[in-house]
């Protein structure tokens, strides 16, 4: 576990990078495989949904651990979301980099929330688990409401999810 040393006031840098010392080398990877499926699916900003297709798409073992919980294949899972938010419209070469102008207003709150989440922990960095939990309690979660949709409630999700947490050894 990181020690627990006062964090910074934003996860953003004030030119709008994102600070890397807020990411866990594992959420960052997941952050960037979010970058390459909003390019894939042709979008022209990062997306919630993009964020989620990431924790899938390079789970780490509390991603992984929550997938099983949950019964989910999660490569099936991507496809399913790869598919669900792909636009026939749109520049699948767009310039895409981590800062905070190609990401949804959505997603900034989130990385907001989750390094907030992070610090609550006595951790300095947001890590994947984070993430994912931000993503399923946040209001308003496409994400969420796409499970919701097929008779998974966002409260069951974040249970599966704070239970991997803490079997992964994370919390």
């Known amino acids: 576990m990181a020690s627990a040393m006062p964090g910074r006031d934003d996860v953003f840098l004030p ?3 994102l600070c890397m010392e807020c990411i866990s ?3 960052h990877k997941v952050l960037c495989e979010a970058l390459k499926l909003a390019r894939t699916t042709r979008w022209d900003s990062v997306r919630s ?4 297709m990431g924790l899938l ?3 780490d073992p509390g991603v992984r651990t929550w997938g099983e919980r949950l019964g989910a294949d999660l490569g099936r899972l991507l496809a399913q979301f790869q598919e669900l938010f792909h636009q026939d419209e749109g520049d699948q070469e767009a310039l895409l980099v981590l800062n905070r102008e190609f990401l949804s207003d959505n997603v900034i709150r989130l990385l907001r929330e989750a390094y907030a989440r992070a610090l609550d922990h006595r951790r300095c960095n947001v890590t994947p688990m984070d ?3 931000t993503l ?3 209001s308003n979660s496409i994400v969420a409401e796409c499970f919701d949709r097929i008779g998974v409630t966002p409260a069951k999700l974040t249970e599966l ?3 991997a947490e803490q079997q992964s050894g994370q919390r």
């Open 136 to 138: 399923l309690t946040a």
């Open 131 to 133: 993430l994912l939990i």
């Open 49 to 52: 949904p993009h964020i989620f």
């Open 15 to 17: 030119g709008g990078q």
């Open 161 to 163: 999810a704070v239970l």
């Open 57 to 59: 798409a390079v789970p």
């Open 25 to 27: 080398e594992p959420a």
